[in-house]
């Protein structure tokens, strides 16, 4: 009869490992994109909501993302950078991306962002795709050695 009991632990730390905190996801995102050009970005997070050119070398988009539920349980299947979270968290978040001569120099995230885990857990959808986009290309550059 140990056999299930083996299982369930196998699953649950399984489950445990497969939860990657929002925080996490945010934190590698805003380091990754740094140094990106605006055209990788764009294609890997999306086209910005707003853009602002501050001068003739120096350009700030804004990547935005709101949730609708934030009071409550909310439970996420844990995937690939998600997780699960228990009450409430923040709402929405701002990316504030500053480019310079075409490429990404800062990140910085504003708003109601905090998640019930960790600091700007809200913040990691908008840059995931990115995120998602170079582990693709690491895992195609280590089969291909």
Not at 5 to 17: D, H
Not at 45 to 57: N, V
Not at 77 to 83: C, E, K, M, N, S
């Amino acid at each position: 009869m140990r056999k299930p009991s083996v299982l369930l632990s196998g699953f649950g730390l399984l489950l445990i490992c497969a939860c990657t905190p929002a925080h996490y996801v945010a934190d590698r995102g805003r380091h990754l994109i740094v140094g990106m050009d605006a055209a990788t970005l764009k294609s890997c997070a999306g086209i910005p909501t707003r853009t602002d050119r501050l001068d003739p070398r120096t350009e700030l988009y804004s990547y935005e993302i709101k949730y609708e539920y934030t009071n409550g349980a909310q439970v996420t299947l844990p995937i690939i950078g998600g997780g699960f979270n228990l009450g409430a968290g923040g709402s929405y978040c701002h990316a504030i991306v500053r480019l310079v001569d075409g490429k990404v120099v800062a990140v910085n995230y504003t708003g109601d962002n905090d998640d019930l885990i960790g600091k700007e857990g809200v913040c990691a959808p908008i840059f995931r795709g990115c995120l998602r986009e170079y582990e693709k290309g690491a895992k195609a550059r280590t089969a291909a050695r």
